[in-house]
């Protein structure tokens, strides 16, 4: 459930606080079984975190507090690393600016979080506060821009690189939305939002809103509740008993293996990986956002994959970016380098219980880390690993729920804490990674066809990259992301910068593995 402004969601609030209590005190038990020091610091932090919450809910029902991963990711902003997440609209033909506007009213106007700021905390609680713009105007957050020269896709993506680049006021609402002109004879959205306002899902909704299909109903998907009634098995209380004790008391202390290991132990290459793939990159001074796209892949090739292997789609996302990775660090190792065996990536997860498309847009969302073997050449080995070690957790989602949890606690943390603890997780990081599934029917902005969406998430620290796919009408595209201080600068060369090697190698990851999906389909064919 989603928090909701005035008088009435305060007892709203207040039940979701109480259920959330009882969540983190569940996690904290479980830490101070293994580590009974930790008692002295997480217990001061609850107590500190749960009582500032309740007491700005009760304070004033026009503003709120940042719950612990909304206060997280604003504390995690710098000015080098902003936290900010992005979506692309491409449209058939041009938009005009007052039917861009129209557009960006509506959606403000069903979303009231997006006309609150962050007013900074200078309290002990260190959680920072939504209040309402005392003047308001939305045309401080709508911007339009004509991609220069011919508008090609080359152009195109150098002038979304520049948007992304840009920071946003502090003294505002945390977002923005750009027109783009001259885009290949049409025209482009750019949305962008900081992590602190809402996550990868509701960000993908807000986009979906400024669309319609060709009869002018919503894109946005049904109401999905996992609460519907549903006839199921009674379990077995015997299994049932040891599967909750596994759930609850072994499954956190692995949890806290694997986030030592992770962090640990497979970071170590991942840091080694991105100097390597940096090599031929020497680094510049610049806050320029570097970014590039696949040409668009058909979905159903993607399933024949799915089908043929028995995977899912993610799985084979997962499979061809370690492959084009490794063929990146290949190409730039030397005679006597040591390639890494392995990279660690970060997975964003969404913890929603209902996928409520009408509800307000918020955070909650937790992550998971995946080590993405290089080791392994053969696509075909590389995609069975990878489906074990999801299918692994999809049975397991305490593991979720757990990282969910911690997100929360942290967030409690002054800022200088929360960038150094979380800084030595995701510095060791080579890429995040999300899969956006799309509408697969055509889409209209303002009565334009949609040609193609395009999402840009976070990026990992200290040179990592983001990756995206997003499916639409029946096409897959791939898109990578990265900070140009460190993958460098090859203008005036014919050397690719290191998003467009990535894109490359992606391609032909894909066209192997789906070459070896027609293979297996002959053999079982005779």
């Known amino acids: 459930t989603q928090s909701t402004w005035g008088p009435s969601g305060t007892a709203k ?7 959330h209590a009882l969540a983190i005190l569940v996690g904290i038990l479980s830490l101070v079984l293994l580590f009974p020091w930790l ?3 997480f217990a001061p932090a609850f107590a500190i975190y749960l009582f500032c919450k309740g007491y700005s809910q009760r304070k004033s029902s026009v503003w709120r507090s940042l719950n612990g991963v909304e206060n997280l990711f604003f504390n995690l902003s710098t000015p080098s690393r902003d936290q900010l997440m992005h979506g692309y609209i491409a449209l058939e033909s041009p938009l005009e600016f007052e039917d861009f506007r129209a557009l960006i009213e509506r959606m403000v106007e069903h979303q009231p979080k997006l006309k609150q700021r962050v007013k900074p905390s200078a309290s002990f609680s260190h959680l920072h506060q939504f209040e309402q713009e005392d003047h308001f105007d939305i045309s401080d957050h709508i911007h339009t821009m004509t991609v220069r020269h011919a508008g090609t896709q080359e152009d195109i993506k150098e002038a979304v690189g520049y948007i992304m680049s840009l920071p946003l006021p502090p003294h505002e609402a945390l ?5 783009l002109q001259n885009c290949d004879g049409g025209s482009g959205i750019v949305l962008r939002l900081h ?6 899902f509701s960000g993908n909704l807000l986009l979906l809103s400024l669309m319609t299909t060709k009869d002018g109903s919503s894109p ?10 549903r006839a199921v098995k009674k379990p077995n209380p015997v299994v049932s008993f040891f599967s909750s004790l596994f759930k609850y008391l072994v499954l956190p202390f692995y949890n806290l293996y694997l986030v030592a290991y992770n962090q640990t132990v497979s970071s170590f290459p991942s840091t080694m990986l991105k100097e390597l793939m940096r090599r031929d990159h020497p680094a510049v001074d610049s806050d320029r956002k570097v970014v590039c796209w696949t040409t668009p892949m058909l979905l159903e090739d993607f399933k024949q994959i799915k089908n043929t292997f028995g995977v899912t789609i993610n ?7 370690g492959g084009s990775i490794r063929r990146v660090a290949a190409a730039a190792a030397e005679k006597n380098d040591i390639i890494p065996s392995e990279a660690l990536c970060q997975i964003p997860v969404s913890v929603r219980r209902t996928l409520d498309v009408n509800a307000q847009i918020g955070n909650q969302v937790s992550g998971t880390c995946m080590i993405l073997p290089l080791a392994l050449e053969d696509p075909l080995q590389r995609l069975h690993m990878l489906s074990k070690e999801m299918s692994f957790w999809k049975r397991f989602p305490f593991y979720i729920s757990f990282n969910y949890i911690f997100m929360h606690i942290f967030g409690a943390f002054p800022a200088s804490w929360v960038r150094t603890m979380f800084g030595f997780y995701s510095d060791r990081a080579l890429a995040i990674l999300t899969n ?3 509408p697969q029917k055509q889409m209209y902005v303002a009565d334009i066809p949609v040609r193609a969406i395009l999402a840009f998430g976070l990026e990992s620290s200290n040179g990592g990259i983001s990756v995206a796919m997003v499916s639409y009408q029946n096409h897959v595209v791939i898109s990578v992301g990265g900070d140009e201080e460190y993958i460098g600068n090859t203008a005036g060369s014919q050397q690719q910068q290191l998003p467009q090697r990535i894109v490359e190698y992606i391609q032909d990851e894909f066209q192997q593995l789906l070459h070896a999906a027609a293979e297996r389909q002959v053999e079982q064919a005779l």
């Open 436 to 438: 956006v599934p799309g």
């Open 220 to 229: 946005l998907p049904t109401l999905v509740s996992s609460s519907s009634p």
């Open 195 to 200: 992590h602190a306002v809402c996550d990868g």
């Open 39 to 41: 008692c002295f610091v």
């Open 315 to 321: 799985d084979v996302f997962l499979t061809i970016i």
């Open 13 to 19: 609030n207040k039940h979701n606080m109480n259920d």
């Open 175 to 179: 977002w923005q939305a750009w027109l």
